[in-house]
């Protein structure tokens, strides 16, 4: 089989979830082939025909696909990357659940994703064999959000929820917005952009409720708003969805002034209001996306004056040991501007 990219007909029809896929693609050459069934084994790999599209096999440092395709550099953990490095475990009251705020917690229902990033923190935990929360540990999960009124908003994560059917999602949402001290509900998802098809109507419906309701999407770079992402945005939107936007600073991808701005108006662009950018978490084998916090801070402090500040996220960073979430910056009194 010669090397470099194959030529590539069109989008694939399927998500590709192999490294063989990835090669009859077009997306990966025969030289990395043995390098990415090595991670393969370790790590699961989902590419959705959406994402598969925009990535551009002639680039070898293309942004997408420097997301999603498997690189062996995963296999070597760095002395400072941790397996749980947000902690979750310590912090889990009963399976699916996460309680590391007062006022808030995370459910879990399951740990599937339409893609896997080669970022992700939660790369040990999530794969299509994490498959849903059973019946039971739903039911207890439930019941421990019924038990502490404490909590005021449950954020459905995994995983990504948007992944589930739309009539279980809804009960689990509805189950959630009857309970009389939940007063916001968040939904974490990459779907919208990674797999638009799978906001439908039905999907849209079941997300409309009077409890407010926040959707959270993660999208690193511009080209991810494409129109197929920004129409199953506006539907979320028009269903009565908030719509935030989370991303993650990563090298390679957005860690130019230049490509967040470009991230940034793509979001406000779809009614994405930007939420969060997150400083990469150590996970393993994650170095090479790991961007210095002051490189951070200098990158967003040349946005300002560029950029709208509805353009504006919270820089953030999770503190070891589950200590939650800690704003970076910049100071711009500190520097003098």
Same mark, same amino acid.
């Given at each position: 089989?010669?090397?470099?990219?194959?030529?590539?007909?069109?989008?694939?029809?399927?998500?590709?979830?192999?490294?063989?896929?990835? +090669?009859?693609?077009?997306?990966?050459?025969?030289?990395?082939?043995?390098?990415?069934?090595?991670?393969?084994?370790?790590?699961?790999?989902?590419?959705?025909?959406?994402?598969?599209?925009?990535?551009?096999?002639?680039?070898?440092?293309?942004?997408?696909?420097?997301?999603?395709?498997?690189?062996?550099?995963?296999?070597?953990?760095?002395?400072?990357?941790?397996?749980?490095?947000?902690?979750?475990?310590?912090?889990?009251?009963?399976?699916?659940?996460?309680?590391?705020?007062?006022?808030?917690?995370?459910?879990?229902?399951?740990?599937?994703?339409?893609?896997?990033?080669?970022?992700?923190?939660?790369?040990?935990?999530?794969?299509?064999? @994490?498959?849903?929360?059973?019946?039971?540990?739903?039911?207890?999960?439930?019941?421990?959000?019924?038990?502490?009124?404490?909590?005021?908003?449950?954020?459905?994560?995994?995983?990504?929820?948007?992944?589930?059917?739309?009539?279980?999602?809804?009960?689990?949402?509805?189950?959630?917005?009857?309970?009389?001290?939940?007063?916001?509900?968040?939904?974490?998802?990459?779907?919208?952009?990674?797999?638009? @098809?799978?906001?439908?109507?039905?999907?849209?419906?079941?997300?409309?409720?009077?409890?407010?309701?926040?959707?959270?999407?993660?999208?690193?770079?511009?080209?991810?708003?494409?129109?197929?992402?920004?129409?199953?945005?506006?539907?979320?939107?028009?269903?009565?969805?908030?719509?935030?936007?989370?991303?993650?600073?990563? +090298?390679?991808?957005?860690?130019?002034?230049?490509?967040?701005?470009?991230?940034?108006?793509?979001?406000?662009?779809?009614?994405?209001?930007?939420?969060?950018?997150?400083?990469?978490?150590?996970?393993?084998?994650?170095?090479?996306?790991?961007?210095?916090?002051?490189?951070?801070?200098?990158?967003?402090?040349?946005?300002?004056?560029?950029?709208?500040?509805?353009?504006?996220?919270?820089?953030?960073?999770?503190?070891?040991? @589950? @200590?939650?979430?800690?704003?970076?910056?910049?100071?711009?009194?500190?520097?003098?501007?």
């Amino acid at each position: 089989m010669p090397d470099g990219p194959l030529p590539r007909p069109g989008p694939p029809a399927r998500t590709l979830t192999t490294p063989r896929a990835l +090669r009859q693609a077009g997306l990966i050459p025969a030289a990395a082939l043995p390098g990415a069934e090595a991670v393969a084994a370790r790590y699961s790999l989902s590419v959705t025909p959406a994402v598969a599209a925009l990535i551009d096999p002639a680039d070898p440092d293309d942004p997408i696909g420097r997301q999603y395709l498997p690189d062996p550099a995963e296999l070597v953990t760095a002395p400072h990357e941790l397996a749980d490095p947000t902690a979750d475990a310590p912090h889990s009251p009963v399976p699916g659940v996460v309680h590391r705020y007062p006022d808030r917690a995370l459910l879990k229902p399951l740990l599937a994703c339409p893609v896997y990033c080669r970022f992700c923190f939660r790369r040990e935990a999530v794969g299509p064999d @994490g498959g849903l929360l059973g019946e039971a540990a739903l039911e207890a999960a439930l019941d421990w959000f019924a038990r502490t009124p404490a909590v005021r908003e449950a954020i459905l994560t995994g995983g990504d929820p948007l992944m589930l059917s739309p009539r279980r999602l809804g009960m689990i949402l509805a189950r959630l917005a009857a309970l009389p001290h939940i007063e916001i509900l968040r939904i974490h998802s990459r779907v919208p952009v990674a797999a638009p @098809g799978l906001v439908n109507e039905a999907l849209a419906a079941a997300l409309a409720m009077e409890t407010p309701l926040y959707l959270c999407v993660h999208a690193n770079h511009a080209r991810e708003f494409t129109p197929e992402a920004v129409a199953a945005l506006g539907r979320l939107h028009r269903a009565g969805a908030v719509l935030l936007g989370q991303s993650v600073l990563l +090298r390679g991808v957005n860690d130019r002034p230049e490509a967040l701005e470009a991230l940034f108006r793509a979001m406000l662009r779809a009614r994405v209001k930007p939420y969060y950018l997150h400083q990469l978490d150590p996970a393993p084998g994650t170095a090479r996306f790991a961007v210095p916090v002051e490189e951070g801070r200098a990158i967003l402090r040349a946005l300002r004056g560029r950029v709208t500040g509805l353009a504006w996220p919270v820089y953030v960073q999770e503190r070891p040991e @589950g @200590g939650g979430k800690v704003p970076l910056g910049p100071d711009y009194a500190a520097n003098g501007e």
